[in-house]
Nanobody
């Protein structure tokens, strides 16, 4: 199993960035995909998650309206489009896969990517 994130960068406040995660080694559509982040000294937090099929999404309140998660099942990819970035969005961003067959999820099954750094600074 592999989750490989890309797209992290240094961006100015108010800017936009798109993160991508390429998945392999598992049946992609059986997994809900999520984006988490972890800032220095803070716990990892869930930002957005999208169901394996059907496209149902959920977001952390602080990113609603600014971040958009999407997935392409045939290509085994998930993306996070981020807009109106703020300095407090600075963190390492992680791609997550959670086994959720028939909408029943098993957190113990989680897979993680290695993370990609996003820095929002002028």
């Amino acid at each position: 199993v592999q989750l490989v994130e890309s797209g992290g960068a240094l961006v100015q406040p108010g800017g936009s960035l798109k993160l991508s995660c390429a998945a392999s080694g598992f049946t992609f559509s059986n997994y809900a995909m999520g984006w988490y982040r972890q800032a220095p000294g803070k716990e990892r937090e869930l930002l957005a998650q999208i169901a394996g099929v059907g496209g149902h999404t959920k977001y952390k309140d602080s990113v609603k309206g600014r971040f958009t998660i999407s997935r392409d099942n045939p290509k085994n990819t998930v993306s996070l489009q981020m807009t109106s970035l703020k300095p407090e969005d600075t963190a390492v961003y992680y791609c997550n896969a959670r086994y959720c067959p028939d909408n029943v999820c098993y957190p113990d099954s989680d897979y993680w990517g290695q993370g990609t750094q996003v820095t929002v600074s002028s």
